[in-house]
């Protein structure tokens, strides 16, 4: 899990970067979008892993007992709905976790982070 959560902080510190080049250079919109806890295959597969190769085995069995995994189609919707918003900038990491698909989905309700 400390590679996976790397990598992500890596992908970010790169759209970050590869963004504000493009903003300069123009052509290419740069941005991350972390969706939150969605239910996927990797969610499952984490559930199933002994408690001795993972020790926060629980706090995903948790996660997906209280139903607080988001439903990957709500999670596609969302994504499906940027590619319009003409707010977003290139460099941008959206963040939808804090906002679940209530069927009036709009991505003036993104928390944006931004590099310093």
Do not use: C
């Amino acid at each position: 899990m400390a590679a996976y959560g790397a990598a992500k902080a890596a992908v970010e510190q790169w759209v970050r970067a590869a963004g504000n080049e493009q903003t300069h250079r123009g052509g290419v919109q740069v941005i991350s979008v972390n969706p939150g806890r969605v239910a996927t295959v990797m969610h499952g597969q984490l559930r199933a892993t002994p408690d001795d190769q993972l020790p926060d085995r629980r706090e995903f069995i948790r996660l997906h007992e209280e139903g607080l995994l988001r439903d990957p189609r709500d999670v596609a919707r969302e994504l499906w709905s940027l590619l319009d918003d003409q707010g977003i900038t290139s460099g941008q990491v959206l963040d939808l976790s804090d906002y679940p698909a209530a069927g009036t989905f709009t991505t003036s309700r993104f928390s944006r982070r931004s590099a310093p």
